[in-house]
């Protein structure tokens, strides 16, 4: 579990709850319903307009990333790929073939797969890159989602206060019922920038990294496959990679 994803948004929540708290507000005059309904019901509705079905779906499966992002082991990798570099070198890449079992990586055994059959460093670079990078730009539009959603939410908000003050316009002779309209009025507009800038935008920025460090990770692999291809030393192929350590810790 990403435990600095999870306390960011427990501090949010405490901080907007706590704020009201010492205002001497009241929590229950957060809540609005036909507010909430303005907005998150709004909003998901301008972003499925905008975005083809498996694109928004996928954003959902994505969504899990930021508590449970998934986690490369670089080093354990490199390990593995200086192993197949020890057996290609002295019994060549058929043997490779017992390696296979234990990946369960699609992209990972696809590099493997095209080693073992002797494709050309040109032809293996080139379905490799395009598979990686292809894939990094369907996470990456999911993860736009996000970042739309951060850019209708305010604007519903907006929308919601207006309605709210039109409402409200309704019944300037009936002092309750005005205090219902403006009520929703200013909680639109709080559920608007609160839910852009706290939630909606995070996300977006969070699963954006851990989609370059996926891409970062299979370059990775690409890279010490073509080494490997090359029949460059297990060593220099070791020190190489271990750049992608520190890109990765970042």
């Given at each position: 579990?990403?435990?600095?994803?999870?306390?960011?948004?427990?501090l949010?929540?405490?901080?907007?709850?706590?704020?009201?708290?010492?205002?001497?507000?009241s929590?229950?005059?957060?809540?609005?319903?036909?507010?909430?309904?303005?907005?998150?019901?709004?909003?998901?509705?301008?972003?499925?307009?905008?975005?083809?079905?498996?694109i928004?779906?996928?954003?959902?499966?994505?969504?899990?990333?930021?508590?449970?992002?998934?986690?490369?082991d670089?080093?354990?990798?490199?390990?593995?790929?200086?192993?197949?570099?020890?057996?290609?070198?002295?019994?060549?890449?058929?043997?490779l073939?017992?390696?296979?079992?234990?990946?369960e990586?699609?992209?990972?055994?696809?590099?493997?797969?095209?080693?073992?059959?002797?494709?050309?460093?040109?032809?293996?670079?080139?379905?490799?890159?395009?598979?990686?990078?292809?894939q990094?730009d369907?996470?990456?539009?999911?993860?736009?989602?996000?970042?739309?959603?951060?850019?209708?939410?305010?604007?519903?908000?907006?929308?919601?206060?207006?309605?709210?003050?039109?409402?409200?316009?309704?019944?300037?002779?009936?002092p309750?019922a005005?205090?219902?309209?403006?009520?929703?009025?200013?909680?639109?507009?709080?559920y608007?920038?609160?839910?852009?800038?706290?939630?909606?935008?995070?996300?977006?920025?969070?699963?954006r990294?851990i989609?370059?460090?996926?891409?970062?990770?299979?370059?990775?692999?690409?890279?010490?496959?073509?080494?490997?291809?090359?029949?460059?030393?297990?060593?220099?192929?070791?020190?190489?990679?271990?750049?992608?350590?520190?890109?990765?810790?970042?």
């Amino acid at each position: 579990m990403d435990r600095l994803s999870l306390f960011g948004l427990l501090l949010a929540l405490v901080a907007i709850v706590g704020g009201q708290v010492l205002e001497g507000g009241s929590l229950i005059a957060l809540y609005n319903g036909p507010a909430l309904l303005i907005v998150v019901v709004g909003t998901l509705a301008a972003v499925m307009i905008q975005t083809p079905w498996h694109i928004f779906t996928r954003s959902f499966i994505l969504l899990k990333w930021v508590l449970f992002p998934p986690r490369f082991d670089i080093q354990t990798r490199i390990d593995t790929l200086v192993k197949w570099c020890h057996i290609s070198r002295s019994d060549g890449f058929l043997p490779l073939e017992n390696q296979l079992e234990q990946e369960e990586d699609p992209i990972v055994r696809q590099c493997l797969m095209m080693l073992i059959d002797g494709s050309s460093p040109e032809v293996l670079q080139e379905t490799m890159e395009t598979q990686i990078y292809f894939q990094r730009d369907e996470f990456g539009h999911s993860a736009k989602v996000y970042e739309s959603m951060g850019g209708y939410s305010p604007t519903l908000g907006i929308l919601g206060a207006v309605l709210g003050l039109i409402q409200s316009m309704q019944y300037l002779d009936q002092p309750d019922a005005l205090g219902g309209g403006i009520a929703t009025a200013f909680v639109a507009t709080i559920y608007g920038v609160g839910f852009a800038n706290l939630i909606y935008l995070p996300i977006h920025y969070k699963l954006r990294h851990i989609i370059f460090q996926n891409t970062l990770y299979y370059e990775m692999v690409l890279e010490g496959t073509l080494m490997i291809h090359r029949g460059e030393n297990p060593q220099h192929i070791s020190r190489r990679l271990d750049a992608y350590k520190v890109a990765y810790a970042q």
